[in-house]
């Protein structure tokens, strides 16, 4: 920590010959993050120091000179597809430390189910548990419309200098596909200096999907808007969370359709006047007497459970690789790799362990256990 012993960092910065006022500049600006637990970050060259990355590849992302993502499409388990941008490894590298670093350390709203330390599915799906109205709206393209200056409030937000915020908000951010360097309302004044002329662009960037960075910082940057409707939640008598772009509101007393009507237009409302827009054909009031899923899981009653269609695919699998065996099941799958494979249905399978419990799974856990161990392969760890 730079501001750890001010004494010794101005002593060695006397040794050094290093003007004092530098100095003195670095201590007030080191402060306030520090004060959080975060780490001291003075320039886009001291990041270069910390990260062990190249300032002239950093300084080029900053001025927006070159795009260093590689975007493409994968395939919805429903149909369509989702666009990704992913960084270039030195990029991710510095996104990755960003995140470990500096934004897992900052906490999201409490009603956000995603992304943090010790966040899941099931913890959300918990929360509503004894549902009789769930109600589930779905902002569209959540992190495209999540902007640069949201990403610059983050770091602002923790106590970094507004140059640093800015360049940390464009290492993490995407210009829109197609748009090039230019002009443009970002303008950061330095003493002595101006305007950064090179860090002028036309266009603000968004949060890219796929960087390691965007996952928390989707949570940060909607810090307020969960607090808005955690507030709509409240005065409705609802539990409201949300997991990633998914949202839920639920209640076990008394609601109707005209009262969900009316949330779904305040909901649109709210969105809008946060940049975001309600993807119209993901919502989903289930009344009473209708089967109430949040995450893939079954809410309604005292217990969660898992959907007939996710017993169906683990049992599927389980069955296939008793009949034929590990290579061909994987090939008929259309799996990359028997290890791919494996792991994918052992990941299933502790999946519902861990919402049913060990005894509800003991028959398929017991005929995977197995078939692995006929071919070879370890068992998996007890729970």
């Not at 670095?26 to 060259?45: D, F």
């Not at 429903?78 to 470990?100: D, F, H, N, T, Y």
């Not at 996710?310 to 008793?322: E, N, T």
Request: aromatic residues 8%.
């Amino acid at each position: 920590m730079i501001s750890a012993s001010p004494n010794l960092y101005r002593k060695i910065g006397a040794e050094r010959s290093i003007d004092p006022q530098i100095i003195e500049r670095a201590l007030k600006q080191a402060g306030p993050p520090e004060s959080r637990g975060l780490p001291a970050v003075l320039t886009l060259r001291h990041l270069a120091h910390l990260t062990g990355a190249s300032y002239s590849y950093l300084r080029q992302i900053v001025e927006r000179s070159s795009d260093a993502y590689k975007p493409f499409l994968i395939r919805k388990r429903r149909g369509g597809a989702r666009a990704i941008s992913a960084p270039e490894p030195q990029l991710a590298a510095v996104q990755k430390w960003i995140a470990i670093n500096i934004l897992n350390k900052l906490r999201p709203h409490v009603a956000s189910s995603a992304y943090a330390p010790g966040s899941s599915p099931i913890h959300c799906a918990t929360r509503h548990l004894g549902a009789t109205w769930v109600v589930k709206v779905d902002i569209h393209d959540f992190f495209e419309s999540i902007s640069e200056r949201s990403v610059y409030d983050v770091f602002r937000g923790a106590g970094y200098q507004p140059l640093i915020a800015l360049e940390f908000a464009r290492l993490c951010t995407r210009l829109p596909h197609g748009q090039e360097a230019g002009n443009s309302k970002w303008r950061i004044q330095r003493r002595g200096s101006g305007t950064i002329k090179p860090y002028r662009t036309w266009a603000v960037g968004h949060l890219p999907q796929g960087a390691p960075s965007s996952p928390m910082l989707a949570n940060l940057t909607s810090l307020r808007l969960d607090s808005v409707l955690q507030a709509l939640a409240d005065r409705n008598g609802l539990t409201y969370t949300r997991y990633s772009d998914d949202i839920v509101f639920s209640t076990g007393g008394y609601f109707d359709g005209k009262r969900a009507g009316t949330l779904l237009n305040e909901v649109d409302r709210i969105f809008k006047s946060f940049g975001h827009a309600l993807h119209r054909k993901k919502v989903s009031v289930a009344p009473p007497g209708a089967r109430k899923v949040v995450l893939g899981l079954l809410v309604h009653g005292d217990r969660l459970r898992l959907t007939k269609d996710y017993r169906a695919r683990l049992a599927d699998h389980v069955r296939g690789l008793d009949r034929f065996g590990l290579a061909a099941h994987a090939e008929h799958r259309d799996f990359a790799s028997i290890w791919g494979m494996v792991r994918h249905v052992r990941g299933l399978l502790n999946y519902a362990i861990a919402v049913e419990g060990l005894e509800a799974m003991d028959s398929l856990r017991k005929k995977l256990d197995a078939v692995l161990a006929r071919e070879g392969w370890p068992n998996l760890p007890k729970a």
